[in-house]
C-alpha cells in the first residue's frame, strides 16, 4: 500500500540499507585501487609487513593496505634506490588463515586501531634485495609513540648511509688497479 506521499514504505526503509551498501563497496574498491596505485618499488615493502603480520601469533585477522602516509624513494645510481614507506594497515573482519576469501576482499573492521607501519629497504630495478636486511616496524597506531617513529626513521637513515658507504669504496677501489 502506498503512503499519501505516493512512496511505498517498504522502499523508504530499504534506501537507506542500500546506500550503506553502495558506499561499503566503493570503499573497498577505492582502498583496493590505493595499493594498486603504489609504484611497482613500494609494494613488496607493503606485502612483507602484511606477511610478517600474518605469521605474527598474536594477529587474529587479516589486515589490508589503507594508505601511505609518506613515501621517500633514495636513488643512488645504476638501478639501486633506498626505500623509506610510512602507511596505515587496517584490520578486515576475515580471520587469519581462511582461504575461502582473498584478503582483498575482506570487510574492514572499525572497533580495532589502525596498524601503522614504517618498512626500508634497498631495491635493485625495482626488485627487494636481502642485503641489507629489509626492516618492518609495524605497531597499534595509538600505542606509538613519538621517539618510536624517531628510532623508526633514525634506523632506515643509518640503513642506507651504511650500504652505500661499503659500495662506494668498492667502485673507488676497483677502478684504481
Avoid: W
Avoid at 522502499?11 to 590505493?34: F, I, K, N
Avoid at 589503507?66 to 580471520?95: A, Q, W
Avoid at 629497504?121 to 625495482?126: A, F, I, N, P, R
Avoid at 617513529?149 to 677501489?173: E, F, I, Q, W
Amino acid at each position: 500500500m502506498a503512503s499519501p506521499t505516493g512512496h511505498h514504505p517498504t522502499l523508504l526503509l530499504l534506501l537507506p540499507l542500500l546506500l550503506l551498501c553502495a558506499g561499503a563497496v566503493l570503499s573497498s574498491a577505492d582502498t583496493r585501487e590505493a595499493y594498486d596505485l603504489l609504484p611497482d618499488n613500494q609494494k613488496p615493502g607493503v606485502d612483507l609487513a602484511l606477511q610478517q603480520l600474518n605469521v605474527h601469533a598474536g594477529v587474529h585477522h587479516h589486515f589490508r593496505f589503507l594508505r601511505s602516509v609518506y613515501k621517500s624513494d633514495m636513488e643512488s645510481g645504476f638501478g639501486v634506490s633506498y626505500i623509506y614507506h610510512h602507511f596505515y594497515l587496517k584490520p578486515t573482519r576475515c580471520p587469519k588463515g581462511s582461504t575461502n576469501t582473498s584478503p582483498q576482499q575482506c570487510p574492514f573492521r572499525n572497533d580495532r586501531p589502525l596498524m601503522d607501519c614504517g618498512v626500508c629497504y634497498k631495491t635493485v630495478q625495482d626488485q627487494m634485495e636481502a642485503v641489507p636486511k629489509p626492516y618492518v616496524n609495524c605497531i597499534q597506531k595509538p600505542r606509538l609513540t613519538e621517539e618510536m617513529k624517531a628510532n623508526r626513521l633514525d634506523h632506515c637513515k643509518k640503513m642506507a648511509y651504511n650500504s652505500g658507504a661499503p659500495t662506494l669504496l668498492s667502485v673507488s677501489s676497483g677502478s684504481s688497479g
